[in-house]
């Protein structure tokens, strides 16, 4: 009998082991934020990272993935490859089971095949270059891609037919992002009759006098100049613009639209036509509801590159919580089926991109955007 008693309590004792192994927290499950967050291109970086831990903060307000809490590593690449490439190893030998970023092309461009190698997922909130798409890789985007805005601002200018003498300007420092738009614009500008009279690139690491840039723009006499820069760089040329007189319609992509764009060009950027892919002005419920948890948690309005981030970070969630092995991540992110983002449903097709973006044209009136039908 005592023999049998003992057994009984070595049973209980062993139970009561498991129970509490199996109540003790499991590691957390660690996703890398990767983006340029100090220095003038900036904007994007920051934004997108307070979308990011918006998303993982209310996550692990929910519970976490399963009872697990999610941690979130972030780094700044400082819009330098060496750097970008530091931090993305960093992240990957941390643990991290995926990245959200980097946020502009360059920087992506130089990551991915890192990426690639660990077979680690990376999704990129605001990349748009052609030099990723159809690619059988590890990146993903919840963006469009440049071939898609491209088009659109030329259709749209043949069939205004107004500017058909266009200049553009644009910033070397993320050419992966601007040659790659510039080239794409040109064929489909070109084809429809237009004429590009002006490339301009101008380099931030060295002295970039803006004033000689709007002269040099001037003197091609375009009927339009096309700005393929960061949200401060736009406004330091739209500054000159006005301080010269010179008056010719402005164009602009989503590189541009950040809180710099206003802060630093004030009245200069009136008039000025810029690609959109987030309505800050939607009424969807959805949508509300998250502008309304992160004005209580920034003190500030969100702006795209918040949008897409936020998206691109609970969409990963949402995927990791049906995905228990974390090695299967690409192939359940390549299947998910139209998770309900904030504006429209996201999906990826067989590479990665994402299918039906959203994308329209908005022009600044009375320091608002307004959009263009």
Same mark, same amino acid.
């Given at each position: 009998?005592r023999i049998l008693s003992q057994i009984?309590?070595?049973?209980?004792?062993?139970?009561?082991?498991?129970?509490?192994?199996?109540?003790? $927290?499991?590691?957390?499950?660690?996703?890398?934020?990767?983006?340029?967050?100090?220095?003038?291109?900036?904007?994007?970086?920051?934004?997108? !990272?307070?979308?990011?831990?918006?998303? &993982?903060?209310?996550?692990?307000?929910?519970?976490?993935? +399963?009872?697990?809490?999610?941690? =979130?590593?972030?780094?700044?690449?400082?819009?330098? +490859?060496?750097?970008?490439?530091?931090?993305?190893?960093?992240? &990957? /030998?941390?643990?991290?089971v995926a990245l959200i970023g980097p946020?502009?092309?360059?920087?992506?461009?130089?990551?991915?095949?890192?990426? !690639? +190698?660990?077979?680690?997922?990376? &999704?990129?909130?605001?990349?748009?270059?052609?030099?990723?798409?159809?690619?059988?890789?590890? @990146?993903?985007?919840? %963006? %469009?891609?440049? #071939?898609?805005?491209?088009?659109?601002?030329?259709?749209?200018?043949?069939?205004?037919?107004?500017?058909?003498?266009?200049?553009?300007?644009?910033?070397?420092?993320?050419?992966?992002?601007?040659?790659?738009?510039?080239? &794409?614009?040109?064929?489909?500008?070109?084809?429809?009759?237009?004429?590009?009279? #002006?490339?301009?690139? @101008?380099?931030?690491?060295?002295?970039?006098? @803006?004033?000689?840039?709007?002269?040099?723009?001037? =003197?091609?006499?375009?009927?339009?100049?096309?700005?393929?820069?960061?949200?401060?760089?736009?406004?330091?040329?739209?500054? *000159?613009?006005?301080?010269? +007189?010179?008056?010719?319609?402005?164009?602009?992509?989503?590189?541009?639209?950040?809180?710099?764009?206003?802060r630093f060009g004030g009245q200069s950027?009136?008039?000025?036509?810029?690609?959109?892919?987030?309505?800050?002005?939607? $009424?969807? #419920?959805?949508?509300?509801?998250?502008?309304? /948890?992160?004005?209580?948690?920034?003190?500030?309005?969100?702006? @795209?590159?918040?949008?897409?981030?936020?998206?691109?970070?609970?969409?990963?969630?949402?995927?990791?919580?049906?995905?228990?092995?974390?090695?299967?991540?690409?192939?359940?992110?390549?299947?998910?089926?139209?998770?309900?983002?904030? *504006?429209?449903?996201?999906?990826? /097709?067989?590479?990665?991109?994402?299918?039906?973006?959203?994308?329209?044209?908005?022009?600044?009136?009375?320091?608002?955007?307004?959009?263009?039908?």
């Amino acid at each position: 009998m005592r023999i049998l008693s003992q057994i009984g309590l070595l049973s209980v004792l062993t139970c009561l082991i498991c129970l509490l192994i199996s109540c003790q $927290e499991q590691p957390p499950l660690k996703i890398g934020f990767n983006a340029v967050l100090t220095g003038r291109a900036a904007g994007l970086g920051t934004e997108g !990272r307070n979308g990011f831990l918006l998303a &993982i903060e209310q996550i692990n307000a929910e519970g976490g993935l +399963q009872g697990r809490r999610v941690e =979130a590593l972030v780094r700044d690449n400082r819009m330098d +490859q060496d750097t970008a490439q530091a931090v993305t190893r960093d992240l &990957i /030998d941390k643990g991290v089971v995926a990245l959200i970023g980097p946020m502009t092309s360059q920087m992506a461009l130089a990551v991915e095949p890192i990426s !690639r +190698q660990a077979r680690v997922p990376m &999704i990129a909130p605001t990349v748009s270059t052609n030099l990723l798409s159809g690619l059988d890789d590890y @990146f993903f985007r919840t %963006y %469009y891609s440049n #071939a898609q805005a491209a088009e659109l601002l030329a259709v749209r200018l043949a069939k205004e037919n107004t500017v058909r003498r266009m200049a553009v300007i644009y910033d070397t420092a993320n050419r992966a992002y601007t040659e790659d738009w510039l080239n &794409i614009f040109r064929g489909h500008f070109e084809n429809m009759g237009g004429e590009i009279v #002006a490339t301009l690139p @101008f380099e931030l690491t060295q002295d970039t006098l @803006f004033s000689k840039l709007v002269t040099r723009t001037a =003197a091609t006499a375009p009927d339009g100049v096309l700005l393929l820069a960061n949200a401060l760089d736009t406004a330091l040329l739209c500054q *000159h613009f006005a301080k010269q +007189q010179v008056s010719i319609e402005r164009f602009a992509t989503g590189w541009s639209y950040s809180d710099e764009l206003f802060r630093f060009g004030g009245q200069s950027v009136e008039g000025l036509v810029l690609l959109q892919s987030a309505d800050l002005s939607s $009424e969807k #419920a959805r949508f509300t509801t998250f502008q309304h /948890d992160y004005q209580q948690r920034f003190q500030k309005q969100p702006n @795209f590159p918040a949008v897409h981030a936020y998206d691109a970070t609970r969409m990963l969630l949402a995927t990791l919580a049906q995905t228990p092995q974390e090695h299967d991540l690409k192939q359940q992110l390549l299947a998910l089926d139209a998770y309900p983002g904030l *504006h429209t449903p996201l999906s990826f /097709d067989r590479f990665g991109d994402l299918r039906n973006p959203q994308i329209f044209l908005a022009r600044v009136e009375n320091g608002a955007f307004v959009r263009i039908e």
